[in-house]
């Protein structure tokens, strides 16, 4: 029913910034909450920033809150992620994910490697 489709990810050095996109199919998409989660080796995939349906202001993990802005374009069926000021310790795998209004995060993109070294 929906399909959503990453972009953006690469290498990129510390102190350095990269800005994610995710593409979204369907015509229930103004409707999802929309997230980012990410995932490094040998870690549970967490959360990191989400978004309402409607847009507005952005929810983030502690981690991540004051560099990273999460936004959307229900127009374009679009999600963004800027990341500023990239640590070496946020490199990870990006998945960007969907949660209709009745249940959990239940549709997923193939995921980006964001790779953070200098």
């Not at 959307?72 to 990006?94: H, W």
């Not at 993109?109 to 200098?118: A, F, M, N």
Request: with cysteine.
């Amino acid at each position: 029913q929906v399909q959503l489709v990453e972009s953006g990810g690469g290498l990129v050095q510390p102190g350095g910034s990269l800005t994610l996109s995710c593409a979204g199919s369907g015509r229930a998409f103004s409707s999802y909450f929309m997230g980012w989660f990410r995932q490094a080796p040998a870690n549970d995939r967490e959360l990191i920033a989400s978004i309402g349906p409607s847009g507005g202001a952005g929810s983030y993990e502690d981690s991540v809150k004051g560099r990273f802005t999460i936004s959307r374009d229900n127009a374009k069926n679009e999600v963004y992620l800027q990341m500023n000021n990239l640590r070496t310790v946020d490199t990870a795998v990006y998945y960007c994910a969907a949660r209709p209004p009745t249940t959990g995060w239940s549709f997923w993109g193939q995921g980006t490697q964001v790779t953070v070294s200098s």
